[in-house]
């Protein structure tokens, strides 16, 4: 019946259109009756004189107007199907939209300019920008496309200018503020480092990254040293034990046997202070889940220094890297939509 996809079904007691009207834009979508209806329209004007006159109705506006922006983003973040934010769940996109500002541009406002320092990611909510070059337009891009997303992990410098073509709203997310997102989700931020600079990966991003992890135990295998991702494992089981001390105490002793014991079937390089308090706190029953931490931060700084090194020098690593959905050119931080761009112009 209609030549064009429904995004959305409005029924009694709904409103729309109020982004175009409180930020000037055109309207993105068309309405259309199915059947007969009666609606109530405001004037964008009246209301917006309306707003100036009452400040308890205006402060509830402002706020309305950032959570639908938000909102509106978060939709569209997964219509368009960013590539580094793939696998977030509702939960991510929500702690994300409250990371983020809103923020308003007039037409032919400079967002930042080429050689300024990135510390922004931007996504286009409404409008379009234009992207230049030492003067020469590159691309352009509008709504549901994103660039800057490089400086949430790396400092760089801007290589390009972008300018608006026209009004436009921007989620702007700054560096501090994602990583605050980044840390509270360790596999998030992993698979984030992993697909703009993986050369950039700590051990913290390699373990929290389930093909990073499988490369890398393959090189531990590959240099006989693989009894250090299993202790790794184990404690990592261990910590998660409910707070059950018999259970504790039980596979305390089977972690020591294994790995911290000269005995053990695969021992790992512990200091000794730190195995004779291990042995000391299983001997008095004193286990906790923080038992095996010490010895934990050993091997990890081990792990994360020389042998880390190591991996990034090694062809598992570059294995590693062209198993991903990484960008061509990433350090030039901007989108895979900005690249296919230059790449059409070029």
Same mark, same amino acid.
């Given at each position: 019946?209609?030549?064009?996809?429904?995004?959305?079904?409005?029924?009694?007691?709904?409103?729309?259109?109020? %982004?175009?009207?409180?930020? +000037?834009?055109?309207?993105?979508?068309? @309405?259309?009756?199915?059947?007969?209806?009666?609606?109530?329209?405001?004037?964008?004007?009246?209301?917006?004189?309306?707003?100036?006159?009452?400040?308890?109705?205006?402060? #509830?506006?402002?706020?309305?107007?950032?959570?639908?922006?938000? +909102?509106?983003?978060?939709?569209?973040?997964?219509?368009? +199907?960013?590539? *580094?934010?793939?696998?977030?769940?509702?939960?991510?996109?929500?702690?994300? @939209?409250?990371?983020?500002?809103?923020? !308003?541009?007039?037409?032919?406002?400079?967002?930042?300019?080429?050689?300024?320092?990135?510390? =922004?990611?931007?996504?286009?909510?409404?409008?379009?920008? !234009?992207? /230049?070059?030492?003067?020469?337009?590159?691309?352009?891009?509008?709504?549901?496309?994103? %660039?800057?997303?490089?400086?949430?992990?790396?400092?760089?410098? $801007?290589?390009?200018?972008?300018?608006?073509?026209?009004? =436009?709203?921007?989620? =702007? =997310?700054?560096?501090? !503020?994602?990583?605050?997102?980044?840390?509270? *989700?360790?596999?998030?931020?992993?698979?984030?480092?992993?697909?703009?600079?993986?050369?950039?990966?700590?051990?913290?991003?390699?373990?929290?990254? /389930?093909?990073?992890?499988?490369?890398?135990?393959?090189?531990?295998?590959?240099? %006989?040293?693989?009894?250090?991702?299993? %202790?790794? $494992?184990?404690?990592?089981?261990?910590?998660?034990?409910?707070?059950?001390?018999?259970?504790?105490?039980?596979? @305390?002793?089977?972690?020591?046997?294994?790995?911290?014991? $000269?005995?053990?079937?695969?021992?790992?390089?512990?200091?000794?202070? !730190?195995?004779?308090?291990?042995?000391?706190?299983?001997?008095?029953?004193?286990?906790?889940?923080?038992?095996?931490?010490?010895?934990?931060?050993?091997?990890?700084?081990?792990?994360?220094?020389?042998?880390?090194?190591? #991996?990034?020098?090694?062809?598992?690593?570059?294995?590693?890297?062209?198993?991903?959905?990484?960008?061509?050119?990433?350090?030039?931080?901007?989108?895979?939509?900005? $690249?296919?761009?230059?790449?059409?112009?070029?």
């Amino acid at each position: 019946m209609f030549p064009f996809q429904e995004a959305h079904a409005y029924k009694p007691g709904d409103y729309f259109g109020e %982004f175009a009207m409180c930020t +000037n834009l055109p309207h993105t979508n068309s @309405a259309v009756a199915k059947e007969k209806s009666v609606l109530f329209s405001l004037n964008g004007s009246d209301f917006l004189q309306f707003l100036k006159q009452v400040k308890e109705v205006r402060s #509830f506006w402002k706020a309305y107007f950032h959570k639908t922006v938000k +909102n509106s983003m978060i939709s569209q973040l997964k219509r368009f +199907n960013v590539p *580094f934010l793939a696998d977030f769940t509702e939960d991510h996109y929500s702690m994300a @939209a409250e990371l983020t500002s809103v923020s !308003q541009f007039l037409p032919d406002s400079v967002i930042f300019r080429e050689g300024d320092k990135g510390d =922004c990611f931007y996504m286009i909510a409404k409008g379009e920008v !234009q992207v /230049s070059v030492k003067g020469q337009t590159v691309a352009k891009m509008g709504a549901g496309e994103y %660039f800057g997303e490089i400086a949430l992990v790396k400092d760089v410098s $801007r290589t390009a200018t972008v300018t608006t073509l026209g009004a =436009c709203v921007l989620l =702007c =997310c700054h560096k501090v !503020q994602f990583q605050q997102l980044l840390d509270k *989700f360790p596999s998030m931020g992993a698979d984030f480092q992993a697909l703009l600079a993986p050369e950039d990966m700590t051990i913290k991003h390699v373990l929290n990254h /389930s093909t990073a992890l499988s490369f890398f135990s393959k090189m531990l295998e590959k240099e %006989f040293s693989a009894e250090n991702m299993k %202790f790794v $494992r184990a404690v990592s089981s261990y910590r998660k034990i409910a707070n059950d001390n018999e259970i504790q105490i039980e596979k @305390a002793e089977e972690i020591y046997d294994v790995f911290i014991s $000269r005995a053990g079937s695969f021992p790992v390089n512990v200091l000794h202070t !730190q195995k004779l308090d291990i042995e000391d706190k299983i001997d008095s029953n004193t286990v906790d889940m923080t038992l095996f931490d010490d010895c934990l931060d050993h091997i990890l700084h081990m792990l994360g220094t020389d042998t880390l090194t190591r #991996f990034k020098h090694d062809r598992l690593f570059r294995q590693f890297t062209d198993s991903l959905r990484r960008y061509k050119n990433a350090e030039a931080g901007y989108s895979p939509h900005y $690249r296919r761009k230059i790449a059409h112009l070029n």
